[in-house]
C-alpha cells in the first residue's frame, strides 16, 4: 500500500486564516502537497460558500497542493451536531453540514469527515434516547447529506475520539462497535493528531 503524507490546515488557525498564507507554507517550509481542509478556515454560518470556495482552490492550485478532504475542525468539536439533545439544534446541524459538503465539492475534495455528533451525558446512559439519536443520525440526517452532495464520497477516517459518545459518522445504527465501522475499501486516513 502506497502512502502519502498530507497535512490538515488545523495548523493555520487564527495564524494563517486566508488561503494564500498557508498554502506556501504547506508547499515550501514543509514540503507537502496533499491538503486536509478544516472547517475552522470556512465561515460556513455567513460566509458566501462559492467564493471561499475558489479563494482556497486558487491558492491549492497556485502553490501545486491538492485538497483531497475537508475536516470538521475543532469548534464543531465542541458541539453535539446531530445527536443534541435539542431537536433545533440537530435541524441547524443538518444544514451546517449541507453547506460544509458544498464547499467541500467546490474546492475539489473527494472526502469529508470528523466530529458529526456527541450525545449527551443523559441521553447515552437512556435506554430509549440513546437508539433513537443514533437512529436519528443515521437514517435522516445522513441521506439527506448523501442526496445534497452525491460526488463527496463521505469516508470514515480513523479518528482516535476520547470518548464512545463522540462520532465519526453515523453509518450503522446497530451496536456502538467503532472497530467495524470503516468498509474494507476505503483507505485509512490515519489521524496522528489525536494520539495522545
Known amino acids: ?13 487564527k495564524r494563517w486564516p486566508l488561503a494564500a498564507d498557508w498554502a506556501p507554507i504547506v508547499r515550501d517550509r514543509l514540503g507537502l502537497g496533499l491538503v486536509e481542509h478544516s472547517f475552522d478556515l470556512v465561515d460556513l454560518a455567513g460566509g458566501s460558500i462559492p467564493a471561499q470556495a475558489v479563494e482556497v482552490t486558487a491558492a491549492a492550485r497556485q502553490f501545486g497542493l491538492t485538497i483531497r478532504s475537508t475536516f470538521t ?3 464543531a468539536y465542541s458541539s453535539n451536531l446531530l445527536l443534541s439533545p435539542n431537536p433545533d439544534e440537530r435541524a441547524h446541524a443538518q444544514e451546517w453540514f449541507g453547506r460544509a459538503i458544498v464547499f467541500s465539492e467546490g474546492v475539489g475534495a473527494v472526502a469529508t469527515g470528523g466530529h458529526v455528533g456527541a450525545f449527551s451525558v443523559n441521553d447515552w446512559n437512556d435506554p430509549v434516547r440513546r437508539p433513537e439519536r443514533w437512529e436519528g443520525c443515521a437514517r435522516p440526517s445522513i441521506s439527506w447529506l448523501r442526496r445534497r452532495a452525491p460526488t463527496v464520497s463521505r ?3 480513523s479518528r482516535t475520539w476520547p470518548r464512545p459518545r463522540a462520532l465519526d459518522h453515523c453509518d450503522d445504527p446497530g451496536p456502538l462497535d467503532r472497530r467495524r465501522r470503516r468498509p474494507r475499501s476505503d483507505p485509512p486516513g490515519l489521524d496522528v493528531g489525536h494520539m495522545c
Open 73 to 75: 475542525g475543532l469548534a
Open 1 to 13: 500500500m502506497r502512502l502519502e503524507l498530507g497535512i490538515n490546515t488545523c495548523f493555520a488557525v
Open 155 to 157: 469516508r470514515s477516517w
